[in-house]
């Protein structure tokens, strides 16, 4: 079991449920303070979304986040090196997509990103049935490959999927890019189909913009994933306060919700 | 697949060697799963096959003709054929695949397309079907490109379609491909993603293929009718690649040299790496990051910064070339083929042609049998080609 | 001509019943009469109809389809299929007739050709012939016309025809017939005036009503091929009348209603009397002093104040009706036939589709099979029609 | 015989080479006037043009003057009625399209202008082959109908025209529409050919726009027709002064010709 499996599976066995922010990487200068704000308020782990050109699964809001960091020149390496200056006790995921690490070549992607302190990678376009060459690469290095699974995604698929995931499983609320969402979307069904084949901790996310609605996905599973919304605050201008607060925000909402649904 | 035998069926997953694939969304896995299924079985399907060659016939004004090139041949000192997909309805090959797609869409249940387009024939094709079929019909478009094609866009409007402009990224093609995808996880369960060339997750590369393999399937017989026989040379412009594709598929196990020509601008295999997009492992242009990079070519149809993952096989393992013609080649071409031929080709096609006349007695042998695919008409360029005549002065 | 052959040959000096004959000034009558003798002999010679056929099959892309029209036919109650002469290269049925009328200025020894246009259709089609043919064109267009078909202007010249402007009389195309024949008269020895209907004086009518009658003899076969048989009605746009009397031809001696529509601004069988001009005597739209008036249409196709006499003779001997229809009736059929077929019109098209839309269960009854030229494709008419839908808001 | 023939046979057994001018009736208010101006010149006949809107022969100087006579509304009817004012001794011959007889009513034009003084007509676009009710309505009313013998008219043609043509017959000088020439075009030619079967007076026109042009028509013909150069005074606003001096000129040159060519 990777690292991040088992920190993660002890966070649920604490019974906690995880907040996890995802955050542009390079969006803003000072974006590793934004990291540190987040986890001082009460994130569990941090996304680190490396930025790609294409977004495909992102809605306006990261996709903007995502040029705006481009035209600012990040890179997979000039965000590993950013990530040498942050200390955190927290796991940190890249989220990327999958030609970064493809260009860059696999093996060497995944040394890199472990060696500047991430354990777990997510790569939504990477089906399972591509995925080979990168678990290899993951595996020389302790890192988790996070699957997606999506309500679209059939039985056998979710028996793919769940097992395959490591660290947690990712379990799209929703048929969208990521972005916000009036409804509940299908987050319980997913989380309960993943839950019956596996026993991986199932984190929610797309289109969790309020502490209202990471309350509620929380309550049907072990995890929350916040990205838009963070994303459209730090877009907006929001400094480490106003990063603080949007955290603590959440963090509240999920800390009282009750232990299980 | 086996070395021997080109352009057959990629394999299980969709692999052209290294290349293809599918590398998409979880969300949308299960609608490619659907789809490839879908279509494989409806192509198995002898009352599909029928249906689909019947609408191509009747609607699409299939067989197009092969027509022999007199006056530019004895120019180049080369013996010249074009198919002549301009002749096709909406005036390229796109609407092969779009019936297709359209009547494959029908048979799956679903009652909605949705695609993108660059310059607007694939678009006009997709809305053309649509409303053949009756399906609901929604297409996205960069919103720089709406702008530059007014009349496409009101053609597809005229069709009955809705067209989005699209205002991420570069604003253009590959901006409204990842439109159309994003778009296509919310609505997967009544609408189809009808792809405009032989690109995105299996089993579009290959589907597309399929689709468009009429003709060269229908130039082969028709060039063996004529007492030409196997040409030695075919030649096709390659934006995504589906028009090349489509005529190479007749000749891919002849003796045939097949040459795909690029937009200088936007060569994928000339300027390209291998890497990931669209759903797809292929050539892209990119950058040293594998940001990809703007395609740039005086052609919207060939402004894609990828090819289609078969080519990139066909390319790597030898079996076609692939050669660039920068936009200043372009346009002579296109005068040529008009004042000598009395056919205004696409500024796309006028890409093949340009190569053709360039390497004549170079690359190409004198004397050699050269079949052009003339994958469209330049009714829908002409605005813009008088305007740059005319900047020129 | 007997009465109970329609559409054989006219009497020796070119008189359908009372009309047509040549009325021309001398110095164009022994063109005539060469043209007449030179056309005779070609239409009997098998090797010309080979070469005719033979090049409007490889370059022309005949046999054009004809297409079922499901979706319009359920909306009417009828049964509808369209002849798809939009299919043809350039765009409409004109191809038939030039490519004829080249080959025959070949066969004479000329060199050059000249012709008249109103939108540009027949223009561009004539360019395209002469590049095919390698011979010198030149198109005569009212300078009002070449204002408002800058594209089609283009595409001449990028065909490597000249365009001359006409600044006499309403600068429109009766003014460039005009004057096409006043140039035919400086330079008839090596010129062929190209005429783009079934107008002018003898052998003209006939002999571009021989050059399009392929649409009628192709689609009788293709109806008979499908199962439908022969059609209840037969129904054509009518300008100067080539495409109505291609069509026609194919079914004069059936059973068919034959139906000729005319635009209401321009409609010579409705509002016309008989009189002389551009060659014949036809019905003709003139004031009470026998000047003759301008026509006005939506679609320049159209706007011709005469009519062929072969359809002057039809009308009065009663083998065919002419029916009007206005402007505001014309782009409602437009977007019809988009929406619910995916074939987007011409302008002049419109206006045939417009009036089986209105006489549908009327004039037409319920369940008739009905044939429609489908003499263009729309393309060249987007940007007009857009303009109108705007200002109409 | 006719009776215009009797009358040109005579004035070119008098050894006078007839001098034959061209207005478009109804171009000015005083068009009549120009008329009796010409023949106090020495006019030896007039031709009558009657407007048609769709002047196919003429090129762009006497189409200008039909326009705007028919802007001005003349018709055939006003014609005759301004031609009721005239009083000459020459004779005057209609010139104009067959669309505008035609519509009249074939009868009924040669009865009016025979009764408004015209003792011929000259119908361009009539050819011989489709002449045969005009002829029959020109008979009943002594009308001359004169047809055009063209450079490309072949032998049999020119066999079939020039008995045919009464009155004069009028040998085109040029293939070309009416206007200035600078050659001398095909008239001795054509005139050759007319007088090797007729013995009709034959008139030179088509492109006759300078007294010296004239005088070299005349020296090979019966006479000549100046119509273009005479309108294009008329257009720049010629009055009868100007239309006599014209005239005059033309008459002099051709007076001093040779007899016979
Ligand atoms: C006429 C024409 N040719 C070629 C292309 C390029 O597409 P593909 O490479 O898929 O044939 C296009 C695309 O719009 C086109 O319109
Ligand atoms: C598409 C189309 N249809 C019809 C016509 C009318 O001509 P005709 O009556 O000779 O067929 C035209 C003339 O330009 C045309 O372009």
Redesign the interface.
Known sequence: MKHLEQQLRALRSSGRKALVPYFVAGLTPDWIQHVEAAVLAGADAVEIGVP?????????VI?EGV?RS?EAGT??DSVCKDLSSLSTHVPLVAMT????F???GLERAAGKIAASGLSGAIV????I??SSDWRVACDAHDLANV????????PD?VAL?APASEGFCYA?AR???TGRAADEGDAKRVVGEVRAISDVPVYVGIGIGTPEQAREASMVSDGVIVGTALVQLILDGGDVHAIEDFIGSFRRAIDIAPVSA | MSESSFMSSPDARGHFGEFGGRFVPEALMPACLELESAFRDAWADAAFQHEYRTVLKEFGGRPTPVTPLPRLSERLGLELYAKREDLAHTGSHKINNVVGQTLLTKRMGKTRVIAETGAGQHGVATATAAARFGLECTVYMGEVDTKRQVLNVFRMELLGATVVPVTSGSRTLKDAVNEAMREWVSCVNDTHYCLGSVMGPHPFPWMVRELQSIIGIEASAQLHDMGVGTPDLVVACVGGGSNAAGVFAGFANTSARLVGVEAAGGSAVGMGSPGVLHGMKSLLIQDEFGQIEEAHSISAGLDYPGIGPEHAFLATSGRAEYQAIGDDEVLGALKVLSELEGIIPALETAHAVAWIMKEAGGAIPKGSKVLLNLSGRGDKDVAQVREILRAEG
């Open positions: 790609f050109s294409d977004p495909m699964i992102d809605g306006v996709q040029l481009l890179t997979l997509y999958y030609n970064i493809f260009h860059y939504p376009d990477l089906t049935e591509e699957f997606i699974v999506a309500p679209s995604s059939t698929r999927l799209s048929m969208a890019v």
